[in-house]
């Protein structure tokens, strides 16, 4: 079976400073990787995914996250935070094409002044 | 495009009636769509898997004679919850996939927030 752990539940940081989200998976075959991000009662928008291509995946909004098999890690990325990047970021993950998502526990950004 | 809609945005029912929730697929035709249930803080959990035409597919522990799902054409599912108690009430949301290849990306609805008194 699959599993996703997103390491720290609630991460801050000061605008302006880089953004850093962990995630790693396990999987019994290659995955696909998504990361998704939250707003307060709003559904989920995607911000990047790694379907077996390069494995540095910029997404929108300044975001990115590189696949490392050896350390079965999918971390996000982000420079310079934003004010308006504090949400809840979800990591997750799928064994196939279309295949049903696994989401990781999510992790809370609160970006400061 | 891809764009998924949810009806209502949020819901106020009382204990042991029903309440339906419906997912659309605006721009696109989606041969699966997913339900989800997320608590307060909480991740999204994947309730079932409805393909267009067929009877939804429901995960593990999820009781699929109190969560009725139907979808019945290629833009539409629905999500029945029968006899509502307190403790269904959650943020449900509803996603969408088309079909072919490299489909792996679902559209996420803006969710349901349901809440039974």
């Known amino acids: 079976a699959q599993s996703v752990t997103q390491l720290g539940s609630h991460v801050s940081v000061s605008e302006g400073a880089l953004v850093l989200l962990r995630c790693n998976y396990s999987s019994s075959v290659p995955p696909y990787l998504f990361w998704y991000v939250q707003y307060p009662n709003q559904g989920l928008q995607l911000l990047l995914k790694?379907?077996?291509?390069?494995?540095l995946v910029k997404g929108i909004n300044g975001f990115e996250a590189e696949f490392k098999k050896s350390e079965t890690s999918f971390h996000l990325t982000k420079p310079s935070a934003h004010m308006s990047d504090a949400a809840e970021y979800f990591c997750?993950?799928?064994?196939?094409?279309?295949?049903?998502?696994?989401f990781g526990t999510g992790t809370q950004l609160k970006v400061e002044l | 495009g891809a764009v998924v809609s949810q009806h209502p945005s949020w819901v106020i029912c009382k204990s042991g009636t029903s309440v339906k929730i419906e997912c659309r697929s605006l721009?696109?035709?989606?041969?699966?769509m997913f339900w989800y249930r997320q608590f307060p803080k909480q991740s999204l959990m994947l309730m079932a898997t409805s393909n267009e035409g067929s009877k939804a597919t429901y995960e593990q522990g999820v009781e699929k004679d109190k969560f009725l799902i139907n979808h019945a054409s290629l833009t539409l599912s629905t999500l029945t919850v029968t006899s509502a108690h307190p403790e269904d009430s959650s943020f449900y949301i509803c996603?969408?996939?088309?079909?072919?290849?490299?489909?792996?990306?679902?559209?996420f609805g803006p969710g349901t927030r349901l809440t039974v008194t």
């Open positions: 790694y379907t077996s291509a390069a494995t």
């Open positions: 721009d696109f035709q989606a041969t699966t």
């Open positions: 997750a993950l799928s064994t196939g094409g279309g295949n049903k998502l696994t």
């Open positions: 996603s969408a996939r088309t079909s072919g290849t490299g489909s792996y990306e679902q559209y």
